[in-house]
């Protein structure tokens, strides 16, 4: 089992930033990809941003530009840096972990963007 333990959510206005860790424990070895999704209100579970152990990232269209992933293997901990924060950023943000082609969750931060 992988276990994630997500911080750095909170409130903030819009045009502004908001950075993300989630650090890994348990059987990290073989976790390949790790990233980050949302959960609007009312809406569905949706991919941020993805990370592999070699670095090679992918990114929703809704975030290029704006948001930055990156993640320490020695540490097993990555992040999410985000920056020019829109309304409809606000969501509950999951850190996510594949091992051996099995999803792992962390338990959700909220991240609110609102004036």
């Known amino acids: 089992q992988v276990q994630l333990v997500e911080s750095g959510g909170g409130l903030v206005q819009p045009g502004g930033s908001l950075r993300l860790s989630c650090a890994a424990s348990?059987?990290?070895?073989?976790?390949?990809?790790m990233g980050w999704y949302r959960r609007p209100p009312g809406g569905e579970r949706e991919l941020v941003a993805q990370?592999?152990?070699?670095?090679?990232?992918n990114y929703a269209d809704s975030v290029k530009g704006r948001f930055t992933i990156s993640r320490d293997n020695a540490k097993n901990t990555v992040w999410l840096q985000m920056n020019s924060l829109k309304p409809e950023d606000t969501a509950v943000y999951y850190c996510?972990?594949?091992?051996?082609?099995?999803?792992?969750w962390g338990q959700g931060t909220q991240v609110t963007v609102s004036s």
């Open positions: 996510n972990a594949v091992r051996l082609q099995v999803n792992h």
């Open positions: 348990g059987s990290v070895f073989s976790v390949n990809v």
């Open positions: 990370i592999t152990r070699f670095g090679s990232t």
